[in-house]
């Protein structure tokens, strides 16, 4: 029972808005860093936002700053990827992964649970 569930992808016009959630079951977000990654068909999965244990520290890769913000409301166990004026090469499968802190360093051992992905498709 122990899962993580994004939600909120689909198709969207260039210039538009997503907002991407990360859902918990089983176990509690808040006691885990949550990375958001992205993989575009024939590239390699790439992480573009973290998010603090405590949410205190957030991380944006240059590709996507300014134009995403990741939150967490932890009383609905999840942390959220707000998308905005999105670009047709932000078209990819959006997946979450939560873990120790070190996971928003780029360490990826100890990491407690990742999603399955939802599929952001930009395009006019």
């Known amino acids: 029972q122990v899962q993580l569930v994004e939600s909120g992808g689909g198709l969207v016009q260039p210039g538009g808005s997503l907002r991407l959630s990360c859902a918990a079951s089983g176990f509690t977000l808040d006691h885990y860093a949550v990375r958001w990654f992205r993989q575009a068909p024939g590239k390699a999965r790439e992480g573009i936002s973290c998010?603090?244990?405590?949410?205190?520290?957030?991380y944006y890769d240059d590709s996507v700053k300014g134009r995403v913000t990741i939150s967490r409301d932890n009383a609905k166990n999840r942390v959220y990827l707000q998308m905005n004026n999105l670009k047709p090469e932000d078209t990819a499968v959006y997946s979450c992964a939560a873990g120790p802190e070190g996971l928003c360093s780029g360490s990826y051992y100890g990491i407690h649970s990742w999603g399955q992905g939802t599929q952001v498709t930009v395009s006019s």
């Open positions: 998010v603090s244990i405590d949410g205190a520290s957030t």
